[in-house]
């Protein structure tokens, strides 16, 4: 079973728009996300990779270890992850949406059969009215943790899959030009096709729940662009960002699916 007619859209969500920036996950943003595929689910489809589980599990508990941090972290994940997919459930089923859960490592993109399994599996999802909700299996692997809150995942995945779009959202209006950081005018990068270029804009910084800041969102977009895949990085604080920036209404930074040139254009 392939794809359908619809564009597939690979939608990554970070802790820091699923709490909203504040210290729980917000149901709201996760309501909004659902509505947003409502109103667009007769031409698009959606695959959601989804961070979250170990601000969930913060909100429970409070483990104590004389361990490593990672494996604190690997513990609270384990935690959270039946507690973020109960959210996106019973949020998502109350506007007639089913979910479902896969959980991936890397390696499982190195491997040729595995690789086939998950394609295979997000299509029949996909194809029987499912929403694929993706998260690496913490509880045995550490590269989310480590090295940058899904954003990596989500661009393998949206090659894996071959989707149409990557958008990745974050608590920003994309990315801003590095002079427009500096000086407090905030001028987002509307346009860019050098990835290059815009590794050079880029002001290394971390967001208060997630793990990855822009440089690990470009590093997705580089894996999307390699694919022929165009990106999207959206401030998914705001409501209804997935229809306005369909609709072009507010600004975002968009990475045109192929290397072309060096030129950005910025807002």
Known sequence: MGKSDKKRVVLKIGSNTLTKETDQISRGKIEDIGRQIVA?????????????????AKQFVNLESNGKEINVKQALASIGQPHLMR?????????????????????????????KNIVNTVNVLVANQYIPIINENDTVATDEIQFG????????????????LLVIATNTDGICTKESVENKTYQT????SDIKVLESEVVSSISSHGTGGMKSKIQAARIAQNSNIETWIVNGLKDNFIIDAIQNKVPFTQI???????KIEVR
């Open 40 to 56: 667009l689910q007769d031409s698009y489809e959606f695959v959601i990779v989804s961070s979250g589980a170990i601000a969930v």
């Open 87 to 115: 959210i996106f459930q019973e949020s998502f089923r109350d506007l007639g949406l089913l979910t479902s859960q896969c959980l991936l490592s890397y390696s499982d993109f190195e491997r040729e059969q595995s690789k």
């Open 149 to 164: 809150d899904n954003d990596k995942l989500a661009g393998l995945t949206a090659a894996l899959l071959e989707a149409d």
């Open 189 to 192: 990068i509307e346009k860019v």
């Open 256 to 262: 045109n699916k192929e290397n072309k040139e060096a």
